[in-house]
């Protein structure tokens, strides 16, 4: 009996170390209440095959805090009604120039639907290999999401593409119903685009000129988003208006034209006239004003200290 009784301590030790082993190789699952708990989730594949982790505390975006995208963030926000809605909707492209409010976005509608049911999945390029397991972890959930895959583009020789392509359109499995991929890029067709891939386009026995199959392959992935929406560079005006409506927000005290003036220099600099150069250059404005503001209070208490132990009738 003292045997068999040491025999079955050590095999409980055994199997409390083979299944700390297991949730450490695969991690721990998501509570059953997560997609109520939580509004955002992220793809971890670097355990075991892959699994949910929920975002405590995602970073939101205001999208009345986007200027001069107006009409396609519109765009973005009926379509985006019309899926938290039950109603047919489609997958997003968000394609366009660096630092335009793409990603943005895509955050905002988090913090405008969130409460009606949407939440997002973020999963980055290199796991779209996970994305049937993604796909099926959502199925039958009463939530609404966003697969999100944010700058996203693939180089020639890579096949990732095709995870995605499927689940856009063409497998013999659907995407669930209540899942939407919504993706942003710099590059409208996902894919790099060179002049020889010209070279296959012929006319045919009507006379119609034909695609050759490199650039069919290519416009493939991206005609699988149902709508495509472009965020470009903005013009002198837009891009001071932006900075004038940071500025007010974080407080600027500086004279408005000589902030214009830097933040056209600013801008100059970085070859960019941006939402995000905006706020980049105004986030220095405000904590250089700030570090001045300490400096000056710093040195009024050394005077009224010197003031106050200056000896009297001295």
Known sequence: MGRLGALTLSLQRVLKLAERALVEFVGEP???DAFERFRAFRWDAAHGSGRLIAIDEPDVYDLDDLIGVDRVVAKLI????????????????????????KSSAVKGLLGRF????LRIVEVQKNDLIHLPRVLAGLHGAPQRFLLFCDDLSFDSDERLYRELKAALEGSLVAPPDNVRIIATSNRRHLLPEKVLDARGAHLDESGELRLGETVDEKLALSDRFGLALGFFAFDQSTYLSIVEYHAMRAGVRSDPEQVREEALRW???RSSRSGRTARQFVDDLAGREAVAGD???????EVAHASRSRPAGG
């Open 30 to 32: 998501l509570p059953h």
């Open 78 to 101: 009926a379509n985006t009604e019309q899926f938290v809605a039950g109603h047919p909707s489609n997958h997003v492209l968000l394609y366009g120039d660096r630092g335009t409010g």
């Open 114 to 117: 969130a409460d009606r049911g």
């Open 267 to 269: 801008a100059l600099d």
């Open 295 to 301: 400096c000056r209070d710093s040195t009024s208490r």
